[in-house]
C-alpha cells in the first residue's frame, strides 16, 4: 500500500492526490522505529538525536532539527537518507539505504507540512529476542512422508527455500550409538545393538529413546551440561585453591534430570530454594548453584573485595545461564549494545547482595534415619554416663586429697598437670580433665563410657555442601562507579531491566524482593528470553551450534536464528506443551500402539524429557552426518541442516567410552568426587602441590564426570579435550584437535590401563574368529568393512610376529581407543 | 583481525594438509585421498598453529618472557634512591597513602609504617651509565642491550590475580594468557613443537597454576605447554612402559590408515586435522627430547649460562629458552619463583632475596649476550619482570621486608625492537610513584603485540557475545621503548 502510493509520490506525479497526504503514525513513524529508533531512541540517542517522537525530532540533535517542516529538501533528515548531507554519513549508517519509495513517503509527509500529534507514545524497536514467543503455525511441506514431528516441517521449509533436500536417515547402528551417547553418554553395548538390529517393530527406535530416557545415566549427561553453566568444581579456585564440598549439589542436578523436574521449578530451588515456604533440606541443597563462585584464601587480600567478585559472579552468571545475555557488560557502564543500563545491573545485584554462605549437612534419608537411631541409641547410655558422673563429683576432693605417690604416678600425664594447680587456679576445661581423670579410676566409669563410644561408632559422618542462606539484616546496595567497589555511586533497589516483561514481588516477607521474586520472575512464561535460551543450548548439543549460533548472546550483537519460527515454536512447546506424549504406551514391551495425538496425554510444562524427545525422535536428528557435495557451497557450515554432524565427544565422555569398551566402567551414580590416574607432575603446576592419590578399585574406574575438579589443576585427560574451565558460565565446548590429545589418547596411563583391560575382554569374551569383528564393534558399535578388516587383521599379524597374540591384542585395542570414530558421535 | 572460524563447528582447527604432513604414508596417496574427501565437500581450514602474516612489519618474531613469580624489589636491584636511604626509619608523608590500597591492610598499616631505605650498594654499569645493585652483577654486565621501565604499574595487589593480570590483562580467570594471544595472532615457526612452551624454576609453582599460561577462551591449540626440562618433557610424550618404538610406530600407523578410511567414508575435515596431529604428535616424541638435549651445547656455553646438567635450574630454562627459539618457538615463558620478601621466614630482604637473586642473575645475563651472539636478539624479544613492586616502606615481619606495591616497579626489555641502553620513566624520590611515563601493564601488552606486528585493538575474538582483546579496553602502545 504505501510503496504504490510513494511509487507516485517518486515521480512527482501526486501531490495531494486522491491517496491523500501520508500519515505519520501509519506510514512514518513505523518507518522511523523500524529504521532509525535503535540508535536514535530512549535507549541511546547518537549525536543528541532521537527519532522515536516526532516533538524530539523537531526539537534535533548536535546537527539541528531532523527536518524543517515544508521544506523537504532542506531538511536533515532527508539529506541523510540521501546520502547528501556534507558531514553526516548516509543513513542508516553501514545499513543498506532506504527504499526511494521509503524516502519519497518521507519527503511528502514532510513536505506536506510534517503534521504529527501531540500526546505521542515513543516509538520503541524491540529486538526479536525481547518479544515474547508465540507458537508460530507449523509449516506444510513436500514431501510431507518425511517429516515425522513439526521440528521437520520447519526444517523442511527452509530446506526447500534453499533448493536443499534432506539427507536420508543415517544406518540404524550409527543411529543407536548416537542417541544413546547424546542421552546418557554412553555407547551401546553389542548386545544392545543387537537386540536393536532384531527389533523390527515401527517404533523400535522410539522404545529405545524411551530406555535411555529412563536410564539414570541419562541425568549425568545432562545434569553435567548443566555444572558446565553453573561452573562446578571440587575447590575454591584462586591461587590456595583448597578442596571444597559441594558435590551434594552435583548430586542434586543429577537426581532433578532423572526425576525430570520441571525447567522452572529446577531454576526456582536453585536460585532461591532455601526462601521457599518451609524449605526442604533438598531444596536448600540446590542453593549450591550460586555458591560454584570461587574463594580467595590468599593471605592479605581484602576479603570485601572478593565477597563482591561472588556477587558480580552470580549476577552475571545469572544473566548468561538463564537470559542469555551479555548482562556482565553493564558492570562498569551503560550496555553498549542491549538496553540495559548499569543502574539496572546493580539492581540484579542487590538481588544476590544479601546473602550469608554458610555450609549444610547432606545426605540421603537412610543416613538420616541411621543417625537419628544412632542417637537414639546413644542417649540413655549418655545419660547413665551422666548420672554416674553426677554421684561421683562430690567425691572429688577426698579423692585427690588421698592421692599417693605411687597413685599419682598412674594418672594420665595431663591429668596429674592440672592437679598440680591450685584448685582455684584450674580453668573450668581443666577441671573437667581433672574430674574425667577422677571418673576413670572408679568402678564402672571407664565401661559406661565405653559402651557410649562403642554406639557412637556407627554414627555416619554426613558430608557438607555449600548453600546460600538469606542475611537477617540487608545490606546496602551501590552502584560501583566504572565497576569499581571501592567507588560508590548511586543507592539502588533490587529490580529487573524495564526491557523485560514486569517485575511482580509479592513473596517477600519484608516488603523488599528477595531472590524468590528474582527467581519466579526469571522462570514467569512471559519471559521472552528464558525458554528460548535454554531450547536453544539443548538443540547445540544435539548439532553442534544452536539455532542461535550466538548461544551466549541473544542480544543485539548476536546472531540471528537460523530458523527463528522453530526457535519459537520449540521454546512454547517447552513452556506449555501440546503434542502428545506416547512414553508409557511404549514403556509396556507388548503393545506397538499407534495412537492418534489427541488421545495421549499432554507432558508436564517445562519437561526436558518431552524435549528431548521431540528432537531425538524428529527425522532431522535421524539424519545421516556424511559430508554432501552438493551443500559444500550452498550452506557449507551445515546452518540448514541438510545433514547431521559429526561430533567430538566431551572430555569426560571420551573417557566413558574408553572405559565402557574395556568393560571396566564402574556405572555407580554419585557420591565423592574421585581420583582416577593422571601422570606425575601436574599438581606442582600451582601454588600449593596437593596430592592426587589415585583411587583404587572400582572408583579408579568410575565415570569423566566424577573426576575430581581442581580449578588450579585440572585433570589433564579432561583439559586437553576442552572439559569447562569452571571459572565462569560455561555455555558451549569448544571442540578442539591437537597434538597433546593424540598424546593423551596414545600414551596416558590412565587409557594405557584400559586399552589392557579392552585387550583382555576380547580375548576373554570372544571366539578367536570373532575377537576382531568384537573389539571393533566395543569401541565404534559397528562391524568393521573389509578393507577395515583387513589393515587391523595386518595389524594383528605383524604384532603377533613381533611380540605374540597377547601383545598383538594390546596394540590392537590401543588402536581402536584412538580412532577418531571411538572419539566421535556421528 | 577476528580469526573467526569459516565454520565455527570445527573451531580453529583444521590443517592446512598439504603443507604440513608427510611422515609415512606416501604423499601422493594422501593427497588423492584428501581430493576425494574435497569433492565430498571438505574444505580443508588452516592448522591453528600454521605461520600467520602480521598486521604490519614486525620488530620481534618470538618472545622469551622471563617471569618472576611475585614481585622483586625494585628499590634494591634497579630503582637507585638516595633520599629513600637518607629518610629511612622515618614515617612515610601521609600525601602519599591518601586512597591507596595495599595488601595486607589489616597487619601492616595498624602502626604508621616508616620507609626502609635499602642496604644494598648501587653502581652505574656500562656506557649507558645504568644504576644496578650489587646483587646483580651480571645483569649489570648487559645493560647497554637493555631497556629498563622504571615505571610499571598494575591494578591488583595479590600474587594470583596480580599475576592473572600480568599474564592475561585481567585478574579474573578465564581470560587467554599473552602467548596464547601471541600464537593465535602469528601462529608458531616450529613444525615439531607446541608454539607456546612455559618452563618453571624454583621450589614451587607459581600461584594459579595453568590459569597463568591458559589459553582461555581461545582454542586449547594456543595455551602454553609446560615443558619439563629433565625426564619426560611434555605430559604423556613418553611411550609407555613396555611398548617399543616398532609397536607404537605400527599402531600409530594403523590409526592413521584406518582414520583415512573414515575421512574418504565421511568426508568430515576433522578427521584430516586429527591423522595431522597425530603426525606433529608422533614428531614431538623426537623433537622435545632433542630440544632439551643439552649434550650438543659446548663448554663454553654452559659455563656461561652456569648450567650444572645433572640439576634443574632457572639458568638450564634459560638455556632450554634459546633453544626453543632456535626451533621455531613462538613464545617461550619461564617462571622462578619465589620472589616475595615480606620479610617472614624464607622471605627477608637479606640473604632470602640475596639467594633468590642469585638464581636467576648469571641466566638471565647469559641468555641475552648468547642471543646477542648468535644474531637472534633483534628477532627476539627478552622481558623481565614480576606482577608489581616492592614498597618504599618497611614492613615488620620476622625481620624487616616491603609490602606489595601496584603504583610502581621495574621491568626491562631487550632486543626485539626495543631501544638499548635506555632507561624509560621515572619515579619520585622516594620511589612510590612514576613522575614521568608511568606504563600501565595494559601499555605494556599493547606495546609487546605492536613488536610482534599485532594491533592490540584488532587481535580480537568473539566470546560471549562481546569481542575480547588482550588489553581490554585500555592500552597505548609505549612509543618511547621502540627502537
Redesign the interface.
Known amino acids: 500500500m504505501i510503496s504504490l502510493r510513494a511509487l507516485f509520490l517518486a515521480c512527482g506525479l501526486l501531490w495531494g492526490g486522491p491517496l491523500g497526504a501520508v500519515d505519520y503514525l501509519r506510514e512514518v513513524k513505523p518507518l522511523l522505529t523500524e529504521q532509525c529508533v535503535t540508535c536514535h531512541g530512549a535507549e541511546q540517542a547518537k549525536a543528541g538525536l532521537r527519532l522515536d517522537t516526532a516533538a524530539a525530532a523537531s526539537q534535533g540533535g548536535e546537527h539541528g532539527a531532523a527536518w524543517v517542516a515544508g521544506r523537504a529538501a532542506e531538511s536533515l533528515l532527508v539529506q541523510v537518507l540521501e546520502a547528501r548531507h556534507g558531514e553526516v554519513a548516509r543513513m542508516p549508517y553501514k545499513k543498506p539505504p532506504l527504499t526511494p519509495a521509503q524516502v519519497a513517503t518521507v519527503r511528502a509527509w514532510i513536505e506536506a507540512g510534517a503534521q504529527a500529534p501531540a500526546e505521542e507514545v515513543p516509538g520503541r524497536k524491540l529486538h526479536w529476542s525481547l518479544v515474547p514467543p508465540l507458537r508460530p503455525a507449523v509449516p506444510a511441506v513436500h514431501p510431507s512422508n518425511w517429516a515425522r514431528n513439526p521440528i521437520d516441517h520447519f526444517v523442511l521449509a527452509r530446506l526447500a527455500s534453499a533448493g536443499l533436500a534432506p539427507s536420508p536417515e543415517a544406518d540404524r547402528v550409527t543411529l543407536l550409538r548416537r542417541v544413546q551417547l547424546d542421552l546418557t553418554g554412553l555407547p551401546p553395548t553389542p548386545a544392545q545393538v543387537t537386540a536393536f538390529l532384531a527389533d523390527l517393530r515401527p517404533d523400535a527406535y522410539e522404545r529405545v529413546v524411551e530406555r535411555l530416557l529412563h536410564s539414570p545415566h541419562y541425568g549425568e549427561r545432562w545434569g553435567r551440561h548443566w555444572l558446565d553453566l553453573a561452573r562446578y568444581a571440587d575447590s575454591n579456585?584462586?591461587?590456595v585453591?583448597a578442596p571444597r564440598s559441594i558435590w551434594p549439589w552435583r548430586d542434586w542436578v543429577v537426581n532433578a534430570f532423572n526425576a525430570d523436574q520441571p525447567f522452572d521449578q529446577f531454576v526456582i530451588e536453585q536460585l532461591a530454594g532455601d526462601l521457599l515456604p518451609d524449605a526442604t533440606r533438598e531444596q536448600r541443597i540446590a542453593t549450591g548453584f550460586h555458591r560454584n563462585t570461587?574463594l580467595?584464601e590468599?593471605?592479605?587480600?581484602?576479603p570485601e573485595q572478593f565477597r563482591i567478585?561472588s556477587v558480580l559472579d552470580r549476577v552475571n552468571t545469572t544473566g548468561?545461564a538463564l537470559l542469555g545475555?551479555?548482562v556482565?557488560?553493564a558492570q562498569c557502564h551503560d550496555h553498549k549494545f542491549d538496553p540495559l543500563s548499569q543502574r539496572e545491573y546493580f539492581q540484579l545485584y542487590a538481588f544476590f547482595n544479601q546473602q550469608d554462605e554458610p555450609s549444610l549437612e547432606a545426605g540421603s534419608s537412610e543416613q538420616f534415619a541411621t543417625r537419628d537411631a544412632v542417637r537414639a541409641r546413644m542417649k540413655p547410655l549418655r545419660a547413665e554416663l551422666d548420672a554416674l558422673a553426677e554421684t561421683l563429683k562430690p567425691k572429688f576432693a577426698d579423692w585427690e586429697a588421698a592421692l599417693t605417690p605411687e597413685t599419682r604416678e598412674q594418672l594420665p600425664l595431663e591429668v596429674r598437670t592440672v592437679l598440680g594447680l591450685r584448685p582455684a587456679d584450674r580453668k573450668p576445661a581443666q577441671v573437667k580433665l581433672a574430674l574425667d581423670g577422677f571418673y576413670r579410676t572408679q568402678p564402672g566409669y571407664r565401661e559406661a563410657e565405653q559402651r557410649l563410644k562403642a554406639a557412637a561408632k556407627d554414627e555416619p559422618v554426613l558430608p557438607k555442601t555449600l548453600v546460600l542462606a538469606e542475611r537477617p539484616e540487608p545490606r546496602d546496595n551501590f552502584i560501583f562507579i566504572k565497576g569499581d567497589f571501592?567507588r560508590r555511586g548511586a543507592d539502588v533497589a533490587p529490580g529487573t531491566p524495564a526491557v523485560l516483561h514486569p517485575f511482580s514481588q509479592g513473596h517477600a516477607r519484608s516488603g523488599i524482593p528477595n531472590r524468590l521474586d528474582l527467581a519466579r520472575w526469571l522462570m514467569n512464561p512471559a519471559n521472552p528470553l528464558t525458554a528460548r535460551v535454554m531450547v536453544n543450548r539443548v538443540w547445540q548439543q544435539y548439532f553442534?551450534?544452536g539455532i542461535v549460533?550466538?548461544e551466549?548472546?541473544f542480544?543485539t550483537?548476536?546472531a540471528p536464528p537460523t530458523h527463528p519460527e522453530l526457535l519459537d515454536w520449540l521454546a512454547v512447546e517447552f513452556m506449555r506443551p501440546e503434542i502428545g506424549d506416547r512414553s508409557s504406551e511404549l514403556k509396556s514391551p507388548d503393545v506397538s500402539a499407534q495412537s492418534s495425538n489427541s488421545h495421549l496425554p499432554t507432558p508436564a510444562a517445562w519437561s526436558f524429557k518431552h524435549l528431548h524427545r521431540l528432537i531425538v525422535t524428529s527425522a532431522t536428528y535421524r539424519q545421516a552426518?556424511?559430508?554432501?557435495?552438493?551443500?559444500?557451497e550452498k550452506d557449507?557450515?551445515?546452518k540448514l541442516l541438510a545433514r547431521q554432524?559429526?561430533l567430538?565427544l566431551d572430555a569426560e565422555i571420551v573417557r566413558d567410552v574408553a572405559l565402557a569398551a574395556s568393560g571396566r566402567l564402574n556405572p555407580t551414580l554419585g557420591g565423592q568426587s574421585v581420583f582416577p590416574p593422571q601422570?606425575d607432575?601436574?599438581m606442582?603446576?600451582?601454588?600449593?602441590?596437593r596430592e592426587w592419590k589415585p583411587s583404587t578399585g572400582n572408583d579408579r574406574f568410575r565415570r569423566g564426570m566424577y573426576t575430581f575438579y581442581w580449578?588450579?589443576?585440572?585433570h589433564?585427560a579432561l583439559?586437553?579435550f576442552?572439559t569447562a574451565?569452571a571459572?565462569?558460565a560455561c555455555?558451549r565446548r569448544?571442540?578442539?584437535?591437537?597434538?597433546?590429545?593424540?598424546?593423551?589418547l596414545?600414551?596416558?596411563?590412565a587409557f594405557?590401563e584400559l586399552a589392557d583391560a579392552l585387550a583382555q575382554r576380547i580375548q576373554a569374551e570372544a571366539p578367536e574368529a570373532q575377537r576382531l569383528e568384537f573389539g571393533f564393534r566395543l569401541c565404534t558399535s559397528r562391524t568393521p568393512?573389509p578393507?577395515?578388516r583387513a589393515?587391523?587383521q595386518?595389524?594383528l599379524d605383524?604384532?603377533a610376529r613381533?611380540?605374540g597374540t597377547e601383545?598383538a591384542w594390546q596394540?590392537f585395542a590401543?588402536?581402536l581407543l584412538?580412532?577418531?570414530?571411538t572419539i566421535?558421535r556421528? | 583481525m577476528n580469526l573467526k572460524p569459516q565454520n565455527p563447528l570445527h573451531g580453529l582447527t583444521r590443517r592446512h594438509f598439504f603443507s604440513r604432513c608427510g611422515m609415512g604414508l606416501g604423499s601422493i596417496a594422501l593427497a588423492s585421498l584428501m581430493d576425494r574427501s574435497q569433492v565430498l565437500g571438505a574444505a580443508p581450514g588452516s592448522h591453528p598453529l600454521a605461520p600467520k602474516p602480521t598486521q604490519f612489519p614486525a620488530r620481534a618474531k618470538n618472545v622469551i618472557y622471563l617471569f618472576m613469580a611475585g614481585g622483586p624489589s625494585q628499590l634494591d636491584l634497579f630503582d637507585h634512591k638516595p633520599r629513600l636511604n637518607a629518610l629511612n626509619g622515618q614515617p612515610i608523608p601521609d600525601s602519599y597513602l591518601e586512597g591507596k590500597r595495599f595488601a595486607f591492610m589489616d597487619s601492616s598499616f595498624k602502626n604508621k609504617s616508616t620507609l626502609l631505605g635499602t642496604k644494598r650498594a648501587f653502581r652505574q654499569h656500562g656506557q649507558s651509565g645504568m644504576w644496578v645493585s650489587e646483587l646483580f652483577p651480571h645483569t649489570a654486565g648487559i645493560v647497554d642491550d637493555v631497556t629498563f621501565v622504571r615505571t610499571v604499574a598494575t591494578n591488583v595487589f595479590n600474587h594470583a590475580p596480580a599475576k592473572l593480570f600480568m599474564n592475561t590483562g585481567s585478574a579474573q580467570f578465564g581470560r587467554p594468557s599473552m602467548g596464547a594471544w601471541a600464537t593465535y595472532g602469528l601462529g608458531s615457526e616450529a613444525e615439531n613443537l607446541p608454539g607456546f612452551v612455559v618452563l618453571q624454576s624454583g621450589p614451587r609453582g607459581p600461584r594459579g597454576g595453568a590459569v597463568n599460561w591458559g589459553s582461555g577462551f581461545l582454542p586449547t591449540s594456543y595455551q602454553g605447554v609446560p615443558l619439563r626440562g629433565q625426564g619426560e618433557p611434555i605430559l604423556n610424550l613418553t611411550t609407555p612402559a613396555g611398548i617399543s618404538a616398532e609397536r607404537q610406530q605400527r599402531a600409530i600407523a594403523a590409526v592413521k590408515d584406518l582414520n583415512l578410511q573414515r575421512l574418504v567414508e565421511t568426508g568430515d575435515p576433522e578427521i584430516a586435522t586429527r591423522i595431522a596431529a597425530y603426525e606433529l604428535a608422533y614428531r614431538m616424541q623426537t623433537s622435545a627430547p632433542e630440544a632439551i638435549d643439552l649434550s650438543g651445547e659446548s663448554d663454553a656455553t654452559l659455563k656461561l649460562y652456569g648450567v650444572d646438567k645433572a640439576k634443574p635450574s632457572f639458568a638450564r630454562n634459560c638455556l632450554l629458552a634459546r633453544r626453543l627459539i632456535e626451533r621455531g618457538v613462538r613464545f617461550v615463558q619461564l617462571y622462578h619463583t619465589n620472589w616475595d620478601s615480606h620479610g617472614g621466614p624464607g622471605e627477608n630482604l637479606e640473604n632470602d632475596f640475596e639467594k633468590v637473586c642469585h638464581e636467576v642473575d648469571q641466566g638471565q645475563a647469559a641468555l641475552v649476550k648468547d642471543l646477542k651472539s648468535r644474531g637472534l636478539l633483534d628477532d627476539t624479544l627478552v622481558i623481565w619482570g614480576g606482577e608489581f613492586g616492592r614498597t618504599p616502606m618497611g614492613e615488620s615481619r620476622d625481620k624487616t621486608g616491603r609490602n606489595h606495591h601496584i603504583e610502581a616497579t621495574t621491568m626491562w626489555l631487550a632486543g626485539g625492537g626495543v631501544k638499548s641502553g635506555y632507561v624509560l620513566g621515572e619515579t619520585d624520590e622516594l620511589g612510590f610513584s612514576p613522575i614521568a611515563d608511568r606504563v600501565h601493564v595494559h601499555d605494556l601488552h599493547a606495546t609487546i603485540l605492536h613488536l610482534l606486528g599485532l594491533d592490540h585493538k584488532r587481535l580480537t575474538f568473539r566470546f560471549q557475545g562481546r569481542d575480547f582483546r588482550l588489553t581490554d579496553v585500555h592500552g597505548e602502545v609505549v612509543t618511547k621503548l621502540l627502537a
Open positions: 579456585g584462586y591461587s585453591d570461587q580467595n590468599e593471605g592479605g587480600i581484602d567478585e548468561t545475555l551479555t556482565g557488560c571501592t553442534g551450534l549460533p550466538t551466549n548472546d542480544g550483537q548476536g552426518s556424511k559430508v554432501r557435495p552438493d551443500l559444500a557449507p557450515t551445515n554432524n559429526r567430538r601422570p607432575g601436574v606442582n603446576l600451582g601454588q600449593s602441590s580449578r588450579a589443576t585440572p589433564p583439559a586437553v576442552d574451565d571459572f565462569s555455555t569448544l571442540r578442539s584437535n591437537t597434538p597433546l590429545q593424540a598424546l593423551t596414545l600414551n596416558d596411563a594405557v568393512n578393507a577395515e589393515r587391523l595386518t595389524l605383524e604384532e613381533d611380540g601383545k596394540t590401543r588402536v584412538n580412532l577418531d570414530e566421535t556421528e
